[in-house]
Structures are given as C-alpha cells and as structure tokens.
C-alpha cells in the first residue's frame, strides 16, 4: 500500500529564514514522489518529482527535496523564505504499476511572516 | 497552450440531486483523472480514465462515475447527492504513463445544501 504522512500540519517562518516541509512516505514499490503547491483559488502547481534519478531534486521557485530511502522521507527545503511562497503544500506518492494514481498528504499550510 | 479546464467554476445543489462537471484536458493529454477535496484536507482519487474506459477507481460510491471522450474530454458524475459530497472537485491530466506528472485544474466547487 502507498500513503504520505506530512508531519507538521502548519509551518511559520519569518521572511528570509529557510523552509522546511517534512514528509515520511510508505510503499510497496520503488515511489515516485511529488510535491505539489496550492495558493488560493487556484489548482495544484507542481514543485518538483522525483523518479529514481538523483536523490536530490531541485524543483521551481528555489524549493528542492531530497530522497532518503533509509529514512523514507522526502522533505521539501527552500534557503530563504519568500512572501509568495505562503500557501498549501502537499507531498505526494504514486507507484502504481499501471496508471498513475497519486495519494496525497494531508498537506502543510505555510505562512511566511513579514 | 490552454491547461487543463473545468467547468463550472462553482455550483450549488441540494440533497438528491444530480450533478455533472465537465473537464478538458491539457493540449496533447490523453488520461483524465478525478480528485475530491474536502476542506482543509489532501485530494483524494476517484478514478481515472484512458481511451474512454475507466482504468483506476478509489474508494468512492457507484453514485460517483464518469466518462471520457473521443476528444479526451471529460465529465464526472454524482447521483443522489449527499451534504458530505460538498468539496472541491479536481480534475487532472497526463499522459498514459506510470508515474507521470499530472496537470491541475482550478477545480469545481460543490456546495450540497
């Protein structure tokens, strides 16, 4: 079975200060692995993905995520925080062998303090 | 390049009735997929289609279904609505292929009275 745990429900940090968005991950196969981003009112906007190349990936907007097998994590950093970069962020696992049903985290709500 | 498009934007219903939201997908995507979200929580797969058939399904009711297309469009479907149906209603699109990335829409708000 896949499922996505995201640890923190809701992350504060002070603008210019780095981010970070944990994810634990659970699969009965090798995972690809999303993370997706959610401003308000509009639809989900991919931030990066991960499919078994290099463990760390670099994805839009400064954000990278890195791929720990032994840890089963996938958590999302960014250096410095920026005030658009507040919204909901989710990560995501799919490893379907046929078809691409992604499961969802329950998402990270972040907000960037001035 | 148009994204991926629904439609309508929001609609509101009441309890038994039915409803249909529509979906184009991105230029060159062949694979529709359908996601609920409920308030404050992650999207959640109702199911998926490709070359018109229905491949995947989650965890939802017979009331859910669907159809696809011979232009790849699509439309979901929910018979005998339910107040819990209310949420936002996400369609995707890709190409067939394990593992890739899908396309959003902004999605359809329901609101079930």
């Known amino acids: 079975a896949q499922s996505v745990t995201q640890l923190d429900s809701h992350v504060s940090v002070s603008e210019g200060t780095p981010v970070l968005l944990r994810c634990n991950y659970s699969s009965s196969y090798s995972p690809s692995l999303f993370w997706y981003v959610q401003h308000p009112n509009k639809g989900l906007q991919l931030l990066l993905k991960y499919t078994s190349a290099a463990t760390l990936v670099k994805g839009i907007n400064g954000f990278e995520a890195e791929f720990k097998k032994s840890e089963t994590s996938f958590h999302l950093t960014k250096p410095s925080a920026h005030m658009s970069d507040a919204a909901e962020y989710f990560c995501v696992v799919t490893t379907t062998p046929t078809g691409n049903q992604f499961y969802f985290g329950t998402g990270t709500s972040l907000t960037v303090i001035p | 390049d148009a994204g991926v498009t629904q439609s309508p934007t929001h609609l509101i219903k009441t309890r038994g009735q039915q409803v249909t939201l529509r979906c184009s997908p991105k230029s060159g995507h062949d694979t529709v997929s359908w996601y609920q979200q409920a308030l404050g929580q992650g999207p959640q797969f109702i199911f998926q289609?490709?070359?018109?058939?229905?491949?995947q399904r989650g965890n939802f009711p017979d009331r859910f279904s669907g159809h696809q297309f011979p232009n790849y469009s699509s439309e979901l479907n929910v018979n005998a609505l339910l107040l819990g149906d209310s949420a936002l209603y996400l369609c995707a699109s890709s190409f067939w292929d394990p593992n890739e990335k899908l396309f959003f829409g902004s999605g359809t708000q329901l609101s079930v009275l």
């Open positions: 289609y490709y070359e018109e058939e229905e491949r």
